[in-house]
T-cell receptor
Framework: DQQVKQNSPSLSVQEGRISILNCDYT??????FLWYKKYPAEGPTFLIS?????DKNEDGRFTVFLNKSAKHLSLHIVPSQPGDSAVYFC???????????????FGQGTILTVHP | DSGVTQTPKHLITATGQRVTLRCSPR?????VYWYQQSLDQGLQFLIQ???????AKGNILERFSAQQFPDLHSELNLSSLELGDSALYFC??????????????FGPGTRLTVL
């Protein structure tokens, strides 16, 4: 049972354009969402997060949007740069107080390629 | 550099053996998490420790165990190794188990190969 899904295994974008990575979740107990970037042979690097009380969070070129009713979040990268080429994972965490608080459930990842 | 360190970087061993993976969290972080990344399973949560105590458990096999020591470093012990245990093992740490502080910062991983 995959509770966090990234349905696009890969995305190819031209430098300077917008990259939009999508993620869907099924568990209503999730209330904190994160995006990570991963290069081969390295650990995931934290990019940006959003809690369920917000619908948007922005940090530089990265913006995460959350649509709770649709159980959908997206990561926008504007403008995209060749150095952004990596695997992007979305992750979700259940709300505080539960016994599984702190556990991150990851999607399968989307390979982003930004062409010069 | 996330500030989380893991040793060793690579480990090659035989089936039936036992290995220990080590993780040092970022300075000040009380929570340590272990994840397994295999080719077909993606990143899977194994276990979390908070200030020395087990806080949450994922689909961790009974052959695997972990602990967090008073200095907050953690060890993941894998025993009776099987070929299917070959994977990347990541450690992550975070400030605390409180709302707003759950960004987890990952180490570089240990690549385990079981032959």
């Amino acid at each position: 049972d995959q509770q966090v899904k990234q349905n696009s295994p890969s995305l190819s974008v031209q430098e300077g354009r917008i990259s939009i990575l999508n993620c869907d979740y099924t568990n209503s107990m999730f209330d904190y969402f994160l995006w990570y970037k991963k290069y081969p042979a390295e650990g995931p690097t934290f990019l940006i997060s959003i809690s369920s009380i917000k619908d948007k969070n922005e940090d530089g070129r990265f913006t995460v949007f959350l649509n709770k009713s649709a159980k959908h979040l997206s990561l926008h990268i504007v403008p995209s740069q060749p150095g952004d080429s990596a695997v992007y994972f979305c992750a979700a965490s259940p709300n505080a107080g539960g016994t599984s608080y702190g556990k991150l459930t990851f999607g399968q990842g989307t390979i982003l390629t930004v062409h010069p | 550099d996330s500030g989380v360190t893991q040793t060793p970087k690579h480990l090659i061993t035989a089936t039936g053996q036992r290995v220990t993976l080590r993780c040092s969290p970022r300075s000040g972080d009380l929570s340590v998490y272990w994840y397994q990344q295999s080719l077909d399973q993606g990143l899977q949560f194994l276990i979390q420790y908070y200030n020395g105590e087990e806080r949450a458990k994922g689909n961790i096999l009974e052959r695997f165990s972990a602990q967090q020591f008073p200095d907050l470093h953690s060890e993941l012990n894998l025993s009776s190794l099987e070929l299917g245990d070959s994977a990347l093992y990541f450690c992550a740490s975070s400030r605390a188990g409180r709302r707003g502080y759950n960004e987890q910062f990952f180490g570089p991983g240990t690549r385990l190969t079981v032959l």
